[in-house]
């Protein structure tokens, strides 16, 4: 079993960057795909970006493609998720989430395991 704890959020400019970060603990890290999904006001849990047990593969939602990238690092332990031209529809509660099924899923239903979140606001 995996435990998550997210970083790195904040209040932020339009225009402006910000790097989550998810620290994973427990269970061996390089077994689960990892993905970051955000919550904001009122609105449903959707997936924004996911990065495969090697890192060689990804997969993002397409209003932050190339704005948004996700990166890992196994040997620490960490996801990261680089925040750039952050828009005030950025805003929500970020989600590292992490799923032992063999394929990286956009799905929300496929992740077992989630951490608390971490508040991205992005003002304009």
Do not use: H
Not at 68 to 82: E, P
Not at 87 to 113: F, H, K, V
């Amino acid at each position: 079993q995996v435990q998550l704890v997210e970083s790195g959020g904040g209040l932020v400019l339009a225009g402006g960057s910000l790097r989550l970060s998810c620290a994973a603990s427990g269970g061996t890290f390089s077994r689960y795909n990892v993905a970051w999904f955000r919550q904001g006001s009122g609105n449903e849990r959707e997936f924004v970006a996911g990065i495969s047990r090697s890192g060689g593969g990804t997969s993002y939602r397409d209003s932050v493609k190339g704005r948004f990238t996700i990166s890992r690092d196994n040997a620490m332990k960490t996801v990261y998720l680089q925040m750039n031209s952050l828009r005030p529809e950025d805003t929500a509660l970020y989600y590292c989430a992490a799923s032992s099924i063999q394929y990286l899923s956009t799905w929300r239903r496929d992740y077992n395991y989630w951490g608390q979140g971490t508040q991205v606001t992005v003002s304009s």
